[in-house]
């Protein structure tokens, strides 16, 4: 494997490959040689994985990338978040008239279909790995799901992926300096107005059980309040499933 340095991106050194196993195991070996502020994007990416364990199937054309992030371990459900909104709001400005939506916590959703999967995994210490595959020309058939998948080239959305690289970038590193500066509220607003199934009734499968309740809300560390029978409860990790 050989990485080329192409630029920087916001507060990122850009390095791009022809083909890796993952992009996040690739960032997470590269982070002593070439440090803390990187990205690395594949052009193919053969073993990507999505959260749980959960395979990425390849598509030539398509985006995989993985940058780095300093954040605190009690601060990671608002980066969470942020990093789907960040790539929610990208897709709503290139096409306004589309139905963008995060899915809990960070899934975008376009036009009622999945487009994309991103996995965060320690680095060590605060430095944190921010993967991301986006479907820019084709998606994958998912089976075994209650959803389908989409790319932005069916919706209409014909940009080159480095494109859609640099734009995520310059926009997660936007709402990220809103957040060190302003706090979470205005994030968390933003995301609730682009929320796939707020106040409505849902099911939460969280590592132990499956909870069923009313997406009630979005608190201020970013987890989902769920209204239950029982009462109002706090998730702090799970998959969402109407």
């Known amino acids: 494997m050989s990485l080329i340095y192409k630029t920087k991106i916001a507060n990122w050194k850009w390095y791009e490959a022809e083909s890796v196993v993952s992009t996040n195991d690739t ?3 590269q982070v002593s040689e070439l440090g803390n502020n990187i990205v ?25 990338f993985t940058y780095t992030q300093k954040a605190e371990a009690q601060e990671l459900s608002k980066i969470v978040c942020i990093v789907g909104l960040s790539l929610a709001k990208v897709i709503k400005r290139l096409s306004p008239q589309s139905d963008v939506k995060i899915k809990w916590p960070n899934d975008v959703f376009l036009e009622g ?9 320690h680095i060590q210490d605060n430095l944190w790995a921010i993967g991301i595959g986006i479907n820019i020309v ?19 959305i014909e940009l080159d992926r480095t494109e859609i690289l640099r734009y995520y970038l310059k926009q997660f590193s936007e ?23 707020y106040h409505q009734e849902i099911m939460v499968k969280t590592e132990k059980e499956t909870k069923k309740g009313k997406f009630e809300d979005l608190d201020d560390n970013g987890y989902l309040i769920l ?16």
């Open 27 to 29: 960032v997470k070996e």
């Open 40 to 64: 690395i994007s594949a052009i193919h990416q053969t073993g990507g994985r999505g959260r749980r364990g959960k395979s990425w199937q390849e598509s030539v054309g398509n985006l995989y």
């Open 113 to 121: 279909k999945k487009m994309s999967g991103i996995l965060l995994e």
């Open 138 to 156: 084709g998606a994958p058939i998912l089976e075994g799901m209650s959803y389908q998948a989409t790319s932005l080239k069916e919706n209409g």
């Open 175 to 197: 709402d990220m300096e809103e957040y060190r500066q302003n706090g979470f509220e205005n994030i968390r607003e933003q995301w609730l107005s682009m929320a796939k199934n």
């Open 227 to 242: 209204k239950t029978t029982q009462g109002t409860e706090r998730i702090i990790a799970g998959d969402l499933f109407v």
